[in-house]
């Protein structure tokens, strides 16, 4: 098997990449390892720092001895020690707290002199790897030093992490806030379900062939399924996790970026600005939807006690930091509609939970079935359904699945499927996803970033569920067991169209 030759990748700019939050889970987990990566694949700046923002007392030495330890433990690769010794070298530790406005001077003070020394000309990342009530103050001290402002010659840019605001009100608010202090094209709202190859892939499975796209649309497409399904429990996370609740957690951001992209219409250009209006533009012909008709088109459930695979998982509302008597939901069906003449009257369906039996995450298209007329005198409940299946997690795969006529002198048929699976075709070292959006920031492409617009039109679809949940407290919240595959009535939602959830098989 022949594989195709890697490109060659420009280098980014010159740069400072400055963490809040350096010492915390993401950084540890996704953000160093994928600078790692980034460096043993020669996709750092030649020039370039690392700043952390650290508690106070922290030395840059004991800061280094903290990354690295967090490197070892959540590398995805083997590290080798140049790699790491070169990465950390640039590292330096520097107290600021936006409870402190001094400190932000302080910083600005030390950063300067750093870039001098480092010859970063001036470039910097700022990296909000916090908890979301932070992403305001810190970017208003930044804003209040000068260390946002572009001055023509040297670029600056502000990574913010997901979630971005909890409904459509604080969305809006703290888009106003950084729009106050920087431009659109200098915020990049991170969401890691876009660093995952399989999921850009969708815009080349459907751009770049021209057998998909004549038929992606009402005219052939039954209905679309699209599914985040957790095998983990709520864990340690149980103060967060109540005041959210699956639908927050999950669908105005990972969820609806995978529809997004599954129902935009062809760019004109492959561009940032182009791709991400047409991804603006889709979501928001969401069909609004009454707080009644949010109640009929969805199912909320939470788990209870139950075993994953060898581990016994307690009911959620017995996790630590969880009310005994919370409404919040653990698993969320919808079925929403998109309304445009490319996809009116079609459904789609989109579940996400936690404690389920598997883990998951694909997108399914679901075809129109061919008419039955020539098939009359032959079982036509033996013609499997036709669906083309992107599978993101665990494997990254893309599955036809279709009918055949079984070897022998009778008419009888059988579904098959064929499958492309991307480690069969690609060599490719292990990758946390945040790679491709790291280099991006870097490099200025915020193509796989979230706009505000995006983000307002999630969080309005997504606005009459939460409302008509609230109301609801916990009449109509669904119970189901740890290690299933989520409350019965979320197959109800689909068997009243005379439609199923797509079985993992």
Same mark, same amino acid.
């Given at each position: ?321 969880? $009310?005994? @008597? %919370? ?5 969320? &069906?919808?079925?929403?509609? *998109?309304?445009? =003449?490319?996809? +009116? /009257? ?104 979230? $706009?505000? @617009? %995006? ?5 309005? &679809?997504?606005?009459?569920? *939460?409302?008509? =949940?609230?109301? +609801? /407290? ?32």
């Amino acid at each position: 098997m022949t594989h195709p030759r890697q490109p060659q990748h420009q280098k980014p700019d010159a740069c400072a990449f400055v963490i809040f939050g350096v010492t915390g889970d993401l950084t540890h987990r996704l953000v160093l390892p994928s600078l790692y990566n980034l460096a043993a694949n020669h996709l750092l700046p030649d020039r370039f720092c690392i700043v952390g923002i650290a508690r106070k007392g922290m030395s840059s030495e004991q800061l280094r001895d903290n990354l690295m330890e967090g490197l070892r433990k959540y590398a995805t690769r083997p590290v080798e020690d140049e790699i790491a010794q070169r990465l950390l070298h640039c590292v330096t530790a520097i107290e600021a707290d936006p409870k402190e406005p001094d400190s932000f001077d302080q910083l600005k003070a030390r950063l300067e002199k750093l870039e001098a020394a480092r010859e970063t000309h001036g470039n910097r990342l700022f990296y909000l790897a916090t908890p979301p009530t932070a992403f305001a103050p810190i970017a208003q001290q930044l804003g209040r030093v000068g260390l946002l402002k572009e001055d023509g010659k040297a670029w600056r840019r502000l990574v913010v992490e997901k979630p971005f605001g909890t409904d459509l009100a604080s969305a809006k608010k703290l888009n106003d806030q950084l729009l106050e202090l920087v431009t659109e094209h200098q915020i990049y709202r991170i969401d890691h379900y876009l660093g995952k190859e399989t999921v850009q892939n969708i815009l080349v499975l459907r751009f770049a062939n021209g057998m998909f796209e004549p038929i992606w649309n009402r005219h052939h497409i039954d209905h679309v399924q699209i599914t985040v399904e957790e095998k983990l429990g709520v864990g340690t996370r149980g103060s967060f996790y109540d005041a959210t609740g699956a639908l927050r957690d999950m669908v105005p951001n990972h969820l609806f970026q995978l529809l997004s992209l599954v129902a935009m219409e062809p760019p004109a250009r492959f561009d940032a600005h182009t791709v991400r209006s047409e991804k603006a533009e889709v979501l928001s012909a969401i069909q609004p939807l009454t707080e009644q008709e949010a109640l009929l088109n969805s199912v909320r459930g939470q788990y209870k006690a139950g075993q994953i695979g060898d581990t016994e998982l307690s009911d959620y509302r017995k996790t630590k930091d969880v $009310r005994p @008597d %919370s409404p919040t939901e653990t698993y969320a &069906a919808l079925k929403l509609t *998109i309304d445009n =003449w490319r996809w +009116a /009257g079609v459904p789609f369906y989109l579940r996400t939970g936690k404690a389920l039996g598997a883990k998951r995450t694909e997108v399914a298209i679901k075809f129109r079935q061919a008419p039955f007329a020539m098939f009359s005198c032959t079982p036509i409940d033996t013609l499997a359904e036709n669906y083309l299946v992107i599978g993101i997690e665990p494997t990254q795969s893309i599955t036809l699945q279709f009918n055949t006529k079984i070897p022998g002198p009778t008419i009888r048929t059988d579904g098959v499927q064929m499958k492309f699976n991307y480690k069969d075709y690609f060599q490719a070292e292990p990758a946390t996803g945040y790679e491709t959006l790291i280099y991006d920031c870097m490099i200025g492409d915020n193509i796989l970033f979230q $706009r505000a @617009d %995006s983000v307002e039109a999630g969080w309005k &679809a997504v606005e009459p569920f *939460i409302e008509a =949940w609230k109301k +609801a /407290g916990r009449d109509g919240l669904h119970s189901y067991e740890a290690g299933s595959d989520g409350p019965a009535a979320a197959a109800d939602l689909l068997a009243r169209d005379g439609r199923s959830w797509r079985r993992l098989t």
